[in-house]
């Protein structure tokens, strides 16, 4: 055996969840190896060319706050960034961005390669070295051996990859890339669970070959938002999306071929995503849609290739031509990459903790697809929380536990946890039951300070947070001081602001829930600090949802109080009266670490909760 070099800290995979789990745990002192089948295709996108997104803009926002890259990288390498349900209540308002890809990986990779204590090397994993049920390091395909005390798997779509399209299969990772062929039995041996899964990309199409009089544009944003909170500069938003839809003519072609689909001859055996599906399997779910949006975007300024958003499929290339002619805009178009679908391995992610880290193997974590998960933005939030508590159990400190309260991030990793998945997990709005606390605007007021305390927040972020946490102090404080009664003198100041009178005392906040009331229409009238127009916008929502952020609160205050009671991680539940067998089964499975955790295992009843409260207060007495 070689041993080529010792490590805190490898990471297999360089992709979304890897970049991220490699600069955090070497960023807060960790030396970090960063291993990636191929040199140029760190941070590769695989399938659309964007960042963000409902809940997954979220997620962005969070990744930055803890101190992550995506938000930074993706700042300065889109092309296009709009706002999402502007129409709709700030809780599921969000940033989406149309990525260059090729400056989006670049960019990624300039980073990796610049940062201390990270080393990036061109390597195939196929073994994982185990010892007394610890991790030890890895054994890569030409025989030598890498040490270390954390590893973290983030291996993406890329363990025993195998790519279709139609009745062509091949082994493969996406976009022609090699597959780690080895490295999932190895994790059996080492007596892991792993799954089948399949997703899948559509085509990417000719720009020159379009026909986008037939289309309707899609600009971006006139005064777009950035994702990072540390964006000073105006990003771009110079490219613009084409939006057209699929007809009677398409779904023909497609059904009259669906005995030739992957899908559903036989050949697919992974399981798909429920939230991106191909348009196969839309056609076969919603029969009654007469058509199905679809959206063009760019894949770069340096590139034709255009994105057809919304048309994944695997079915053979004569039937991909034949349907992609029949759409507006599409009818004459010359597809340069065809649409495609890929199976691969990942793990049953109820065998991890809430820190990522396996609870069986010491040492060993996973995060993003490896996870059963799918989204680049998913991806990172898991890299990054993998990362530092790599980093955590190498230095020897507390792990950082994310609660459903406070992110996106906490709903992720503990939904994956807690109740597993059994198709490719997508993050939503609807999954967060707080998400009216969970909102992209105060990422930073919610995760900067876990961040600082794991080391991976800098100075200068720090500083930007305790500034922006003094204009909202100072502001509100001077808002809720002012108080306004229904006086000739009050109501003509009023007027001359353009606001109807006062009927009733109240403070001058209050004037906040009015529709067309800002701050600094107030701040006109009345002595109030001047603050950042990012700030004022936090004061006028704080405000106008006031009761509805109040309500929210106390059932977080409430939940907490599950949360904070905690189980031993060494419980014989077979051995605790009164708990049904269903529940004994399940909370042996996946060992909560909480009573609040165990509330949300699917087959544990609020009845089998209270039997575990009861049983924590006997053990406490005694």
């Not at 989406?96 to 390597?123: G, H, I, S």
């Not at 004569?318 to 990459?337: E, K, N, S, Y």
């Not at 490719?424 to 609807?430: A, D, I, K, N």
Request: glycine share 10%.
């Amino acid at each position: 055996m070689f041993v080529v070099d010792e490590y805190d800290v490898i990471v297999i995979g360089a992709g979304h969840a890897g970049v991220e789990a490699g600069l955090a745990a070497a960023r807060i002192g960790c030396r970090t190896l960063l291993a990636t089948l191929s040199m140029d295709n760190i941070a590769l996108m695989p399938c659309n060319p964007s960042v963000g997104g409902p809940a997954k803009g979220h997620l962005v926002r969070e990744v930055d706050a803890l101190g992550g890259e995506m938000g930074v990288n993706a700042d300065k390498t889109c092309i296009q960034f709009r706002m999402l349900n502007t129409g709709k209540g700030p809780a599921v308002q969000a940033l989406r961005a149309q990525a260059d890809k090729k400056l989006y990986q670049f960019t990624m990779k300039e980073t990796c390669e610049n940062t201390p204590n990270l080393d990036v090397k061109q390597l195939l994993i196929d073994e994982l070295l185990v010892e007394s049920g610890a991790v030890k390091g890895v054994v890569v395909e030409t025989g030598e051996v890498y040490l270390a005390k954390a590893v973290i798997l983030a291996s993406g779509t890329y363990l025993r990859g195998r790519i279709i399209i139609g009745e062509h299969t091949y082994t493969g990772g996406p976009n022609g890339q090699r597959a780690a062929m080895k490295l999932t039995e190895s994790l059996k041996r080492a007596g892991l669970r792993l799954m089948r899964f399949k997703t899948g990309t559509p085509a990417r199409v000719d720009a020159r070959t379009l026909d986008y009089d037939e289309m309707q544009e899609q600009p971006g944003d006139d005064e777009p938002e950035s994702f990072s909170f540390m964006t000073d500069e105006p990003v771009r938003s110079h490219a613009s999306c084409w939006l057209t839809y699929t007809n009677k003519e398409t779904h023909k072609i497609i059904l009259d071929n669906i005995d030739r689909a992957p899908m559903a001859n036989g050949i697919i055996k992974g399981v798909g995503p429920r939230y991106c599906p191909s348009i196969e399997s839309k056609l076969l779910r919603f029969p009654d849609k007469d058509r199905h949006q679809l959206f063009i975007e760019p894949e770069g300024v340096h590139t034709n290739e255009m994105y057809v958003q919304g048309m994944s499929t695997s079915l053979p290339i004569d039937v991909q031509l034949a349907f992609l002619h029949t759409i507006p805009g599409l009818r004459h178009c010359h597809v340069m990459r065809a649409g495609y679908a890929i199976e691969y391995d990942c793990l049953d992610p109820l065998q991890l903790k809430s820190t990522l880290e396996s609870k069986d193997m010491k040492g060993f974590f996973s995060a993003g697809q490896s996870n059963g998960t799918s989204g680049y933005e998913e991806a990172a939030a898991q890299g990054l929380i993998a990362g530092i508590n790599a980093a955590m159990l190498v230095k020897g400190e507390e792990p950082l536990v994310l609660s459903r309260s406070d992110g996106y991030i906490g709903v992720l990793i503990d939904d994956l946890v807690t109740k597993g998945t059994h198709e490719p997990y997508r993050m939503m709005t609807s999954r967060a039951e707080y998400r009216l606390l969970l909102r992209q605007d105060n990422a930073d007021l919610r995760l900067t300070p876990y961040g600082r305390r794991v080391g991976l927040v800098t100075d200068a972020r720090w500083e930007r947070l305790l500034k922006k946490r003094a204009e909202l102090k100072a502001a509100k404080d001077a808002l809720d001081a002012i108080r306004l009664t229904p006086s000739g003198e009050t109501n003509e100041r009023l007027s001359s602001l353009g606001i109807a009178p006062l009927h009733s005392v109240l403070i001058l906040g209050d004037l906040l829930k009015r529709d067309g009331v800002t701050y600094e229409l107030l701040r006109e009238g009345f002595d109030l600090p001047e603050i950042s127009h990012e700030v004022a916008s936090e004061i006028e929502l704080l405000y106008r949802y006031d009761g509805y952020i109040k309500k929210q609160q106390e059932q977080v205050d409430r939940m907490q109080r599950l949360e904070g009671r905690l189980l031993p991680e060494a419980i014989d539940y077979s051995s605790i009266t009164g708990l049904r067998d269903e529940a004994k089964e399940k909370l042996a499975e996946v060992r909560p670490r909480s009573v609040g955790q165990a509330g949300r295992i699917s087959g544990v009843s609020p009845a089998d909760v209270s039997v575990l409260l009861v049983w924590l207060e006997s053990r406490g007495r005694k």
